[in-house]
């Protein structure tokens, strides 16, 4: 397992959720809910990680879950390569089917409400998708998702 703090990135059409671990890559914590816009998001996002000192950013893809891909789909796309370019870390997209959802969940079971909760639903979410990388790279000894090259697209690892 690498060690470093990673951010994970919870793209969506009004707001960004992001989550970080602790240097040793165990355990996942909610960061900040940025708001969606044309380049401060992602210099916000840049600062975040430069002030966490980051190794990598873990950008999740919201899949169908056939696997197919959707509209947001190729939006968290376009934000990952986005920020690759922007940024001089390491960006990788990893699946995150059903994280909304499991966020959404578990607030709700935890007693709040839905519209009190939706700028905390996309940093639970980014939670999610950066502690499932995590266990994902724990399990396989493999940095987890694909690479994303600034310059062309996603890549292998």
Do not use: W, Y
Request: with cysteine; net charge negative.
């Amino acid at each position: 397992m690498r060690s470093g703090v990673r951010l994970g990135i919870d793209v969506g059409k009004a707001r960004i959720g992001v989550a970080r671990c602790d240097l040793h890559g165990m355990l996942a914590t909610p960061v900040e809910t940025v708001p969606r816009s044309d380049g401060p998001d992602l210099d916000r996002i840049t600062t975040i990680a430069a002030e966490l000192e980051a190794i990598e950013l873990v950008v999740g893809v919201p899949l169908s879950l056939s696997g197919a891909e959707t509209a947001s789909t190729t939006d968290a796309r376009d934000f990952a390569a986005a920020l690759a370019v922007s940024t001089a870390l390491p960006v990788r997209l990893v699946d995150e089917r059903l994280s909304t959802v499991s966020a959404s969940r578990a607030l709700r079971e935890s007693g709040r409400n839905s519209r009190s909760s939706r700028p905390v639903i996309d940093q639970v979410a980014a939670v999610i998708i950066l502690q499932h990388a995590l266990d994902s790279e724990r399990m396989s000894g493999a940095a987890p998702g694909s690479l994303v090259a600034s310059s062309q697209g996603p890549t292998s690892p």
